[in-house]
């Protein structure tokens, strides 16, 4: 076992030291069979929880894991590690293809932050403005089919074991509700836009009985591919309980890329899942996705302020701030939606 | 160091960050973080040289809403008087955090009316924003979204 001193001692939020981390295993997951972590790499995309790429040796061999910890401030409080890895194990036992919990550490103190060591997921991925597209342009249509498929079975999950909500509308208010608090949590100096697309979204949330999983950060990057085949949905800290159309609207705005689930492929979901998906819910659940990502990357510029050191996140919060005229736009398109539906 | 100006420094970190310490960076992560810094770097340095960029926000904000303030005094009275009101208490604010922030919060009070002449109000925001973030959009860093896609 190696010797770690004081010194090696983990900061919350940072790289865990690979001899930290081997002592670690050793002592509080024998089962893994750790003998050697010989290096812990942070992964350069994500922007909330920190995810490392763990190369070690166990009495099975080499492994590749994927160590996946709560920041310290992060843009998505409050974080709940073992919340994320109990709904990932319950999709993965209801046969989606997702990544093996291998170990929970829900003390802070053992290596700074909680964690959760899993396995990684061999694969291919897509960036959503990928190069590959404009080589390949063949490659588009075949992945919005297996993205369509994917998210129709995502729905589909039961026993997902997150809070339910008597309707769609509830679901949808509940939501407005997180993304209230957050703001009121993260807020650096007060966004009176944002505010009001909030009261907006609070008083407009569409009926429907249809509630299901929702993904939440449904977009190529967090998916892994192989043969075509999507082996691995990644990254479930923002799933909850709601309107499917509140992922598709994702897909078309926030998430979007070559794989957008509007025309055909949007027929195509509702013809593999009978839900039902029209323009009232489109625009106001685009409006809600647009302002839940803007509340979160408005969460940067605190973040920054209480310490935290990726630099990533100025861009962030700017990048949010420039979205308030894209809310008031998507506020102005619900208002026509709706009067052309009365 | 007593010796050099605060924007002689600045410039000084800049150039060792771009000149010493990028090339020698592999690992994507910390690359991110130091065109990052640069940025960020760049974006001091034109504070040092312009002031908070607050002082511009408010000072539009407020003769913006001023105005609107006087064209509601004939068509919404009250919420006129309110937006008036709001002026006045940002008037004697000197530090432009705080006064934003009194701005930003009388605001969000206004926008909670549902007088359609809050419409109004909302659209003075929207177009300050709207320059704002066409100001800001200066210190983005591409490399710093791109690595999140």
Request: aromatic letters at 4%; one cysteine or more; a negative charge.
């Amino acid at each position: 076992m190696p010797q770690v001193s004081e010194d090696d001692s983990v900061v919350g939020g940072q790289v865990p030291v690979p001899e930290r981390l081997e002592e670690y295993l050793s002592r509080r997951a024998p089962a893994l069979g750790t003998r050697r972590v010989n290096a812990v790499e942070r992964f350069p995309n994500g922007l909330s929880s920190l995810s490392c790429r763990v190369e070690a040796e166990t009495d099975n061999g080499p492994v590749t894991w994927v160590l996946r910890a709560e920041p310290e401030h992060g843009v998505i409080p409050p974080y709940d590690i073992a919340a994320e890895c109990r709904l990932v194990e319950r999709v993965g036992a209801a046969g989606l293809p997702v990544p093996a919990v291998l170990h929970v550490e829900s003390d802070p103190a053992e290596l700074g932050s909680r964690f959760a060591l899993m396995s990684f997921v061999e694969g291919e991925g897509y960036r959503s403005a990928d190069p590959r597209f404009e080589t390949d342009t063949a490659i588009v249509p075949a992945l919005g089919l297996r993205f369509v498929e994917m998210l129709a079975r995502i729905h589909g999950v039961r026993g997902h074991g997150l809070t339910a909500h008597a309707d769609a509308a509830s679901a949808a208010r509940a939501f407005v509700a997180v993304c209230r608090r957050r703001l009121a949590e993260t807020e650096v100096l007060p966004r009176p836009l944002i505010r009001h697309a909030l009261d907006v979204l609070d008083r407009r949330a569409p009926e429907g009985d249809k509630t299901v999983l929702l993904h939440g950060d449904y977009r190529l990057p967090n998916l892994k591919w192989r043969d075509g085949e999507i082996v691995g949905i990644l990254d479930w800290e923002l799933a909850r309980v709601g309107d499917p159309a509140s992922d598709l609207a994702f897909t078309q705005l926030v998430g979007a890329g070559p794989c957008a689930i509007e025309g055909d492929l949007a027929d195509y979901y509702v013809e593999l899942t009978g839900n039902v998906v029209d323009d009232r819910r489109i625009a106001y659940y685009q409006m809600l996705e647009m302002v839940k990502s803007t509340v979160i990357g408005l969460a940067g510029a605190r973040d920054i302020v209480q310490g935290g050191s990726d630099l990533r996140l100025l861009s962030v919060a700017g990048l949010a701030a420039s979205a308030e005229p894209v809310i008031s736009m998507l506020e102005t398109m619900l208002d026509r939606v709706e009067e052309v539906s009365a | 160091m007593i010796l050099v100006e605060s924007r002689e420094i600045l410039a000084a970190v800049r150039r060792s960050l771009e000149v010493n310490v990028l090339p020698a960076v592999a690992e994507d992560f910390a690359r991110v973080q130091v065109i990052a810094a640069i940025r960020a770097l760049d974006e001091v340095a034109d504070r040092l040289d312009h002031g908070d960029p607050l002082h511009g926000v408010n000072g539009r904000l407020e003769r913006d809403l001023g105005d609107l303030a006087a064209d509601l005094a004939e068509t919404s009275p009250e919420l006129g008087s309110r937006v008036a009101a709001l002026l006045s208490q940002t008037a004697g604010i000197s530090d432009p955090r705080e006064k934003y922030r009194v701005i930003g919060e009388g605001v969000t009070e206004l926008l909670t009316g549902d007088e359609p002449a809050t419409a109004l109000i909302r659209h003075v925001m929207e177009v300050e924003s709207a320059r704002t973030s066409a100001d800001d959009a200066a210190w983005m860093c591409p490399e710093a979204i791109e690595s999140l896609q």
